[in-house]
């Protein structure tokens, strides 16, 4: 018998199921927000067991493009990226930062108290977003509100055995198994039984009070294999090379004007990325005018209004808008952040309406960068 | 009286010219001092001298109907007032006052016409100097006209 | 680094110009931390909204005084304000001028329009150690002469060692100083352009051909700080509206030094 805190936990155990771990979960009065299926996508919402995780839904992806499809019912994680991300969670798409009320000396009094957050459980996060995660704390945590969010959050990740086509972590700089930030690891396989790794003392613990065998060296070695192999199987890779030296230098690109031929500037990219994070701020009264409130909601440097200055847009066309938006993904994140701000998760991909490929855009960008011209007719572009 | 070679080496407008140029424009020239107040010339005048300012201000104005004078241009140390002696109709388009006590060098403008037609060299020379000030005086004045300082819009 | 606003009373309003005014403003609660010139705040009309608004000067203790052009919603609600009220502020933000300049310098200050405001600050440290520089000259370009900010305290910067030189767009007969672009009067302030320290602040266009043309004169482009804009909703480097190119300008500016600057403002729609 282990005992939390006293003699150290099992690393590794092999799980029948998810339901115990839910359980245990819930009884320690954690929301749990995982996968599941709803209005033909696989969404993130709150789970009441593990029977509402995606178990028999795989996903069929191309640009522009996504589908169910059903496979093996034993499985709940034969599925990538669906449209959102646990940005919605640590970063929520709308909240009040403060209310304030007029007082008679022609004044105002505010209060800016957070709401107490939800201790939280995320289950079934894959290594992309495990990155995204922690790309989100470093741009974010320094906020009271998102810190404060971010406290209590038990991480359950969830490794990658078979990529989606749109996936490209592995050029983004990441890979198909959770690294680092998590509390557990899940690997799931083929007859639908888990592989459960501890990644902090406070996963340890929780494994500790699962059913399940403990690991042998065979289940983990099996383990790291089948996750391994997913990486010589990426739908897509950003092309090689340094990327943020590449959009500096094709800052005056013609290509970025054939982007905007295609683009709708809907935003949609950057709703469904796990890292855009960029928001508005809004204050509103009520009719009297005597209660006023501070909102903050997500924006996108696609919104026309998103660089207005001195009575118009900085950014008025589209292809400036694509340009800023691809350049600070994967160029100047770097100058502000330190890192790229792509995971390779391939969403942006996915949910563009007119299924533009930033991996492509890339690929195009650098064509015309070696060809010397800005001029993509010009260059040897080869195609994909 | 007379304006030396030496005055008009030293007047940035004609730095780089060369001395025989320099002695033919000195004898068309002379150095003039300018009280305050003092109308150098008016709109619709014949146009026959321009003015190398040493120091002080010539203020170019025009004047509005309902509104009276108002100033266009601001000239000083180092400035060439006055081109509208270069070309057909020879008439003055602004007013020009001294606002400030100036030295000037005023150099005979129809001289220095049939001097740049017999020695095409200075003619061109001058010609490329005059344009200089044009370019620079036309760039200022679209800045201006961009109003940069208004409203938004 | 938050969101909510401190409160400030408006102690005093002045109307500099038909559109502009200037505010002076004390803390009703605790003081926020020191302004530096060519920092700004975020400043609050209830219920309306927020903007960035660059430090003016600084008024006794924990006083703060703002010069805003009415142009939006806000500014046209925060220009309304009477003595007596009480707004909010959030701050400061950004990179300060670089002060001092080295000593010796021939410090130049170019101000284009409510460029003037930002670079006021910068005027009343000149003075405080006028010792410490071998020049100091403010330029200021203006579209008329009803248009220029603080006209009254020129001649008090005068006495205090700085050579103010003012151009306007256009004027009516009768006024005494130059007509022209700001540009003209850049010979009047270099006498030596190795030892320039400039500080430019006005519309970017107007920003770019000054430092243009102290370059031409021979002053280093590592001499010449400028003071940038983009939209800005946050002030704290989390909603990613002030970018331009990898600055945050709330973070990284508004004050950026030319050779950073230079290149950034040359790309369209940035």
Not at chain 1, 96 to 104: C, E, F, G, I, V
Not at chain 1, 327 to 346: E, Y
Request: aromatic share 6%.
């Amino acid at each position: 018998m282990t005992t939390v805190g006293d003699v150290p936990a099992p690393a590794a155990r092999v799980l029948a199921d998810l339901a115990g771990l839910v359980e245990a979960l819930r009884a320690d009065d954690r929301i749990v927000v995982g996968p599941t299926v709803r209005d033909g996508a696989i969404v993130l919402a709150e789970l009441a067991s593990a029977a509402e995780l995606p178990y028999g839904w795989g996903v069929e992806l191309d640009a522009g493009h996504y589908r169910l499809r059903p496979v093996d019912q034993r499985l709940a994680f034969a599925n990538s990226a669906g449209p959102q991300s646990w940005k919605a969670q640590l970063h929520p798409p709308r909240q009040l930062l403060m209310s304030a009320r007029r007082t008679p000396d022609d004044g105002f009094v505010v209060d800016d108290t957070p709401p107490a957050p939800s201790r939280l459980a995320f289950l079934g996060v894959r290594p992309c977003d495990l990155r995204a995660i922690g790309i989100l704390d470093q741009v974010l945590g320094s906020g009271r509100r998102y810190a404060e969010r971010r406290a209590d959050v038990l991480i359950i990740a969830v490794n990658c055995t078979e990529p989606g086509a749109a996936c490209f972590c592995v050029s983004a700089g990441g890979g198909p198994a959770a690294e680092a930030g998590h509390d557990l690891v899940l690997t799931e396989r083929a007859d639908g039984r888990l592989l459960a790794e501890a990644g902090t003392t406070a996963g340890g613990g929780l494994l500790a009070r699962l059913p399940g065998q403990e690991a042998t060296a065979g289940d983990l070695a099996e383990g790291r294999d089948t996750v391994g192999a997913a990486a010589n199987r990426m739908g897509r890779t950003l092309p090689p090379g340094d990327l943020r030296a590449l959009l500096v230098d094709q800052v005056d690109s013609a290509h970025w004007n054939e982007v905007a031929n295609r683009c709708l500037t809907c935003g949609n990219c950057t709703m469904v990325c796990p890292t855009c994070f960029c928001t508005t701020v809004s204050d509103t009264t009520d009719v009297t005018g005597e209660h006023a409130q501070r909102w903050e909601h997500w924006d996108s440097c696609f919104d026309r209004d998103f660089s207005f200055l001195h009575g118009g847009p900085v950014r008025p066309g589209g292809a400036s808008r694509y340009r800023q938006w691809l350049s600070h993904k994967l160029g100047t994140w770097h100058d502000q952040f330190g890192q790229s701000g792509c995971v390779g998760c391939g969403r942006c991909v996915v949910w563009c309406p007119v299924g533009i490929d930033l991996t492509a855009e890339l690929a195009a960008l650098t064509a015309t960068s070696r060809s010397g011209s800005t001029d993509p007719e010009v260059s040897d572009a080869g195609n994909d | 009286m007379r304006a030396t070679t030496e005055r008009l080496r030293t007047h940035p407008f004609l730095a780089g010219l060369d001395e025989e140029s320099l002695e033919r424009i000195a004898t068309i020239s002379t150095v003039v001092a300018l009280d305050a107040k003092t109308w150098l010339f008016r709109e619709g005048d014949p146009a026959d001298r321009c003015w190398l300012i040493r120091s002080g201000r010539v203020n170019l104005d025009v004047h509005l109907p309902g509104r009276g004078e108002v100033i266009v241009e601001s000239l000083g140390a180092g400035a060439v007032l006055g081109w509208s002696w270069l070309f057909p109709p020879y008439r003055w388009h602004f007013d020009a006052v001294v606002v400030e006590p100036t030295s000037a060098i005023e150099v005979d403008g129809i001289q220095l016409r049939a001097l740049c037609q017999t020695d095409p060299k200075l003619g061109y020379r001058l010609g490329q100097m005059f344009t200089a000030v044009l370019i620079e005086r036309l760039q200022a004045t679209r800045l201006r006209l961009l109003d940069l300082y208004g409203p938004p819009r | 680094m938050t969101m909510t606003p401190a409160r400030y009373l408006v102690v005093d309003r002045l109307a500099e110009t038909a559109d502009t005014v200037t505010l002076t403003l004390e803390p009703v609660d605790r003081p926020l931390p020191v302004f530096r010139p060519g920092q700004f705040a975020m400043l609050y009309a209830f219920g309306v909204g927020e903007v960035p608004i660059s430090i003016s000067g600084r008024s006794g203790a924990g006083g703060l005084i703002h010069t805003l052009r009415a142009v939006g919603a806000v500014t046209r609600a925060l220009a309304a304000v009477q003595p007596g009220a009480i707004i909010g502020v959030r701050g400061p933000f950004g990179t300060p001028w670089d002060l001092p300049a080295p000593p010796g310098s021939e410090v130049a200050l170019v101000a284009g329009g409510i460029g003037l405001a930002p670079l006021r600050p910068v005027i009343h440290h000149l003075i405080a150690h006028r010792r410490r520089y071998r020049r100091a000259v403010v330029l200021i370009g203006a579209r008329t002469p009803d248009d220029l900010l603080y006209p009254d305290e020129f001649d008090t910067w005068r006495a205090g060692g700085v050579d103010v030189h003012v151009t306007v767009d256009r004027a009516d007969a009768g006024w005494p100083d130059h007509v022209g672009v700001v540009t003209t009067l850049l010979d009047r302030c270099i006498t030596n352009p190795g030892q320039v320290a400039a500080y430019l602040c006005g519309p970017e266009v107007m920003m770019r051909l000054t430092a243009r043309a102290l370059i031409d004169r021979g002053v280093a482009a590592a001499a010449i700080r400028v003071s940038l804009e983009r939209n800005m909703r946050c002030g704290i480097g989390h909603c990613g509206h002030c970018q331009l190119g990898p600055l945050l300008l709330c973070r990284d500016g508004p004050v950026v030094g030319y050779p950073v600057a230079a290149p950034l403002l040359a790309v369209r729609e940035l």
